[in-house]
């Protein structure tokens, strides 16, 4: 347990942040997990529409810091590429 008043309301802040975060986080797998199913329904307009909810989910936790910005890429890439897929199908 830590003992200074600082350390303390660190533990408080970084609590509260990660907190934070893990919903964040928790949306976006949620949101991805929407996208699969658009994906496996084969439906690609329902997929494209939910390719730009993930894709702005991804990006607004890359600017909060929440994710890694090459991170939010390389998912927003590897989405794009099943997309694409589905589109090509006949």
């Known amino acids: 347990m ?3 008043l600082s ?19 928790s949306r976006a797998k949620t949101q ?3 996208y699969d ?3 496996d329904s084969g439906s ?13 989910q991804l ?5 909060s810091g929440t994710i890694h910005k090459k991170t939010a890429a390389r998912k927003k890439s590897r989405l794009a590429k099943r997309l694409n897929a589905l589109k090509a199908k006949k």
Not at 9 to 16: I, L, S, T
Not at 46 to 52: F, P
Request: hydrophobic residues 35%.
């Open 2 to 4: 830590a003992h200074s």
């Open 7 to 25: 350390a303390q309301k660190r533990v408080r802040q970084n609590r509260k942040k990660n907190a934070i975060n893990r919903g964040r986080k």
């Open 32 to 34: 991805m997990k929407q």
């Open 37 to 39: 199913a658009a994906i």
């Open 44 to 56: 690609k307009d329902t997929a494209a529409e939910q390719y730009k909810t993930v894709a702005r």
């Open 59 to 63: 990006d607004k936790l890359a600017a």
